[in-house]
């Protein structure tokens, strides 16, 4: 009988340290899986950080082009001035022309969505939430490890 018992007991400690063990990876996989995120969004900081230098190179390039070209100033006698109607002075279609209304905004978050759906069959790994952050919100996103939430 002791025997039966402390095969008992080790088939419990075994099934104990395995269930550990099963934790273990299912843990060690999901940071895994925030590692590669991670990765990804690393390296779209990057090519976000490669386009800003372009940008900037190209700015300061054009900005040295438009130092070396002589600078002349004249002013004309005859002045030209066209009225704006308030939107109040405005027919109801030219309104319509000129401000959004609940139709396009209705628009905008229906190509919003296809553009976000697209993001993520693109990039699987990334939730909704990151991928309209990337998509839209860019420049506010830290891509600091524990700031990402899961």
Not at 1 to 16: F, G, K, R, S
Not at 106 to 135: P, Q
Request: charged letters at 40%; hydrophobic letters at 30%; aromatic letters at 10%.
């Amino acid at each position: 009988m002791d025997h039966q018992y402390q095969y008992l007991y080790q088939n419990a400690w075994l099934e104990n340290k395995m269930e550990k063990i099963e934790r273990m990876e299912r843990k060690i996989a999901r940071q895994m899986e925030k590692i590669e995120r991670m990765k990804k969004i690393e390296k779209i900081e990057k090519m976000e950080r490669n386009i800003e230098d372009k940008i900037e190179k190209k700015i300061e390039e054009d900005e040295e082009k438009r130092k070396r070209t002589n600078k002349k100033i004249s002013f004309d006698s005859t002045i030209s001035a066209i009225l704006i109607p308030t939107a109040k002075e405005m027919d109801a279609e030219t309104r319509s022309k000129l401000w959004w209304n609940k139709i396009d905004y209705t628009g905008f978050r229906f190509s919003s969505k296809v553009e976000t759906d697209l993001f993520l069959s693109i990039h699987r790994d990334l939730e909704y939430k990151d991928a309209t952050r990337l998509l839209y919100q860019h420049s506010m996103i830290c891509y600091e490890p524990y700031f990402i939430q899961k």
